[in-house]
């Protein structure tokens, strides 16, 4: 299983973005996505998720209200819409897909909840 994410650029603060993560490989029916991101020399940190099946969302604080986590059953794809971009959002964003069980909530946020991952896509806000 292999993991595409795309959509990365640059941008000036409050501008909108939408990423994509699209998965591929074996027949693969992912329980759950999400979006990680990671500054330089900072942990990478849990962003949002998705559950596959009932759509069951999951935000970080820092960007809920303002990122959108949807699915693409059919193409197997997740996507990240990200508006009203703040300097402090700029990263590498991960995505990262569950083969196994529907995750429960309190571990949607979990990385080690995560069998695969994405190369990740840089995402710069700058005036």
């Known amino acids: 299983v292999q993991l595409q994410a795309s959509g990365g650029g640059l941008l000036q603060p409050g501008g909108s973005l939408k990423l994509s993560c699209a998965a591929s490989g074996r027949t693969f029916s992912p329980s759950a996505m999400g979006w990680f991101r990671q500054l330089p020399g900072k942990e990478r940190e849990f962003v949002a998720a998705?559950?596959?099946?009932?759509?069951?969302?999951r935000y970080a604080g820092s960007v809920r209200g303002r990122f959108t986590i949807s699915r693409d059953n059919a193409e197997s794809t997740v996507y990240l819409q990200m508006n009203d971009l703040r300097p402090e959002d700029a990263a590498v964003y991960y995505c990262?897909?569950?083969?196994?069980?529907?995750?429960?909530?309190?571990?949607?946020?979990?990385?080690?909840?995560?069998?695969?991952w994405g190369q990740g896509t840089l995402v710069t806000v700058s005036s």
């Open positions: 998705i559950t596959w099946r009932d759509r069951t969302t």
């Open positions: 990262a897909a569950r083969g196994g069980n529907r995750p429960i909530w309190s571990s949607m946020s979990e990385q080690t909840t995560y069998d695969y």
